[in-house]
């Protein structure tokens, strides 16, 4: 190849690769425009481009239109449903020094009440004036003053409470109230939007208007075991920021459906805030707990089983050929209860009611409380190395 021809084929190569370069550079930097950079004819030598361009006007009404986003519209419209409670509860105490048997043979079992505040969140759910909260935050309270984000207040009344779900149903006497829509807790995904909605430490109270905070769905099921006779079943994990004050109030998914009530935190030594792991429990569950309370008053558990169990250790799991340690041993089986009518047997391990996987003794105990008078379940055990499944009715004692 002759030096003049080299040249020329050089060149020409150069040329095109500083075409395409600037065609990237043209159609990155109009990303946001009205139109991509598009290239024109371009030959050995020669490249033409052609470009779109946005005013600065159009580029700031862009942005501002990308702010109002589903979180944000979902934030307006839920937030007139949800209010701050604050509730006045009377507690009994015994005074410390009644505790020595002497004193207590001469002077009797000294007590004293005293009156308590306290706050939550609660969620508006129906426009005649429903609450909904937690049992912790308001099921014991002798008053309770509810918060709503025009500033408006209003005494309630508890229409009934359920310790053992943690769950409270309020109402106050008004009409055409702001509510939240119950959705599906059985339709959740694991990843999907979680906004809490909340009083954390009491702020709905400086301006009437409730704290936000956004994260995902980080579980579901999640079987927590019990605390103060409440038990924490089939919870929902969140890592939108629960604190204290929180309890109560909504969690809801992106499109505005109310999906859980935040109850629980999660928190490591040393701390009491939010360390990203907050529960609450699914709205399917709330939903039929708050039909049995308006409808009966309370919800039906006075069934009984008729068994004594223990949670599997690590000598029970060796003794018996385990491959863990998880599940609760039956230690007794009263006759003609309904464990011994369903055919279950002193050292049966039980593994799993229904759906649900049993870890402990507390878990067994938790799982029970998920199911009513009459009902029955399949009890899932394991029995000289073999899995079994019997049929157990829970009847009224």
């Known amino acids: 190849m002759s030096g003049n021809l080299k040249t020329i084929f050089i060149s020409a190569i150069v040329a095109l690769g500083i075409s395409g370069l600037m065609l990237t550079v043209f159609s990155q930097s109009n ?27 159009d580029a700031n009404q862009r942005l501002y239109e990308e702010r109002h986003n589903v ?43 005293q009156q308590v505040k306290g706050l939550g969140s609660g969620a508006i759910i129906s426009p005649d004036g429903y609450i909904l909260t937690n049992d912790h935050v308001a099921g014991n309270a002798s008053e309770v003053l509810v918060t709503m984000t025009n500033g408006k207040q209003y005494k309630a009344e508890v229409i009934g409470s359920d310790q053992a779900s943690d769950i409270c149903l309020l109402k106050i006497d008004e009409e055409n109230l702001p509510y939240v829509r119950f959705g ?4 959740i995904l694991i990843g999907e939007w979680a906004i809490a909605f909340g009083n954390p430490f009491g702020l709905f109270d400086i301006n009437e208007k409730p704290t936000v905070t956004v994260g995902v769905v980080s579980a579901t099921g999640m079987n927590l075991g019990a605390s103060q006779n409440r038990y924490y079943v089939n919870m929902i994990q969140t890592d939108a920021a629960i604190n204290s004050g929180n309890s109560g109030g909504p969690l809801v998914n992106a499109v505005g459906e109310l999906i859980g009530l935040n109850t629980l935190i999660y928190t490591a030594q040393g701390s009491t805030g939010s360390v990203g792991v ?23 558990r006075e069934f009984w089983t008729g068994l004594s169990i223990q949670s599997v250790d690590e000598g029970i799991a060796k003794y018996y050929g385990l491959t863990s340690q998880r599940g609760a041993i039956v230690t007794l089986v009263q006759k003609g209860s309904p464990a011994a009518k369903s055919g279950i047997e002193v050292y049966d391990i039980i593994t799993g009611i229904n759906g649900y996987k049993i870890n402990d003794e507390n878990t067994l105990i938790g799982v029970l409380q998920e199911f009513r008078t009459d009902d029955v379940i399949e009890v899932h055990i394991v029995r000289d190395k073999k899995n079994i499944v019997k049929m157990m009715k829970l009847e009224k004692r």
């Open 71 to 113: 979180i944000t519209k979902t934030v307006a419209s839920t937030s007139p449903a949800v209010v701050g409670i604050n509730v006045i509860e009377i507690r009994e105490y015994r005074d410390a020094w009644s505790q020595d048997p002497f004193w207590r043979y001469w002077f009797g079992d000294r007590t004293h009440k």
């Open 278 to 300: 907050g529960f609450a429990i699914p709205v399917n569950k709330v939903k039929r707990v708050i039909d049995e309370i308006k409808n009966d008053g309370k919800v039906d």
């Open 184 to 187: 599906d807790s059985d339709d």
């Open 31 to 57: 990303q946001l425009g009205r139109g991509a950079a598009s290239a024109g004819a371009f030959g050995i030598n020669n490249a033409s481009f052609v470009t779109d361009t946005i005013s600065k006007a």
